[in-house]
């Protein structure tokens, strides 16, 4: 079972207080209960948002969008209970403007200590189809070799994180990086050779716009993008077939990913050779 993984990025409730609360906690076991037990005697409503917390900081976040409307207290005196949680560091209350609150407070957007953005799917699934538009079938090459580069720099990225040796042997697990960054619900199986697997997506972002589109189009960007990836982690050459696809009618999209293998071809011996 999947369960979707929602970013709070606005909050809209016409007729509604709405309100951002970024807490700042010490790293410590039984903070969050201690918070919201404190938010919750409030009478607030905690709407959507994320806790931020590695096991070697001393201090996380807490930040989520609340609905104030009915609180027992004012913002002043709401901030000040607040504080008074032990386990509190800073608390920060954003008011919002006509029931409609925008996250203002977290900036910038991080993925593995790297500066990232948020891309909606069907954003990117419509400046594809622009280039297609546009290029006609030379767009092709343009996201294949683009996703490639991305797939090679996302594989050098964890290299330098985990090590090489770590990455290769945790391969299942490092591709299932695919689905917690949303291209699609990911499913892996290794094949005869350790370099080489089996990789089934399902509701892959790609296809999926292809087939709303009744585009008989195969995935051209997350193909490039898993060559590239491989590649990179191996520092050989590697062939990915998409052999079933979504906007052809299959259930899912799987792909076979192999090292593509160097046939060097055998010299005639020489006279003295064979002497």
């Known amino acids: 079972m999947r369960y979707p993984k929602d970013l709070a990025v606005w909050e809209y409730a016409p007729g509604r207080k709405l309100a951002q609360i970024v807490f700042s906690l010490k790293n410590v076991k039984g903070a969050l209960a201690q918070v919201s037990t404190a938010v919750s005697e409030s009478d607030i409503n905690m709407l959507s948002g994320f806790e931020s917390a590695t096991s070697a900081s001393k201090v996380g976040t807490w930040s989520f969008f609340a609905d104030i409307t009915d609180a027992r207290d004012d913002v002043e005196s709401l901030r000040k209970k607040l504080l008074a949680v ?4 800073g608390v920060e209350i954003l008011l919002a403007e006509d029931g409609f609150m925008v996250d203002t407070q977290h900036f910038p957007v991080r993925f593995s ?5 948020i891309l909606r799917t069907d954003a990117l699934s419509e400046m594809v189809s622009h280039m297609w538009s546009v290029f006609g079938s030379g767009a092709a090459t343009i996201i294949d070799q683009m996703a490639e580069s991305m797939g090679r720099y996302t594989a050098q990225e964890m290299i330098e994180d985990f090590g090489k040796e770590f990455v290769v042997n945790a391969l299942e697990e490092v591709l299932q ?11 892996i199986v290794r094949r005869e050779s350790s370099e080489s697997v089996s990789v089934h997506a ?3 972002f790609e296809c999926e ?3 709303r589109n009744n585009l008989r189009r195969k995935s051209i960007f997350f193909r490039g993008h898993l060559r590239g990836f491989m590649s990179a982690i191996f520092q050989a050459d590697f062939e990915v077939t998409e052999v079933q696809c ?3 009618g299959d259930d899912a999209c799987t792909f076979l990913v192999a090292r593509v293998e160097s046939i060097v071809p055998r010299m005639p011996l020489s006279s003295e050779e064979k002497a």
């Open 113 to 117: 200590n790297r500066r990232a953005l």
């Open 177 to 187: 990086t695919y689905s917690a960054l949303g291209y699609a619900d990911i499913g």
């Open 202 to 204: 399902r509701e892959l």
């Open 209 to 211: 716009a292809n087939a």
């Open 246 to 248: 979504r906007a052809e």
């Open 86 to 89: 032990p386990v509190v560091v």
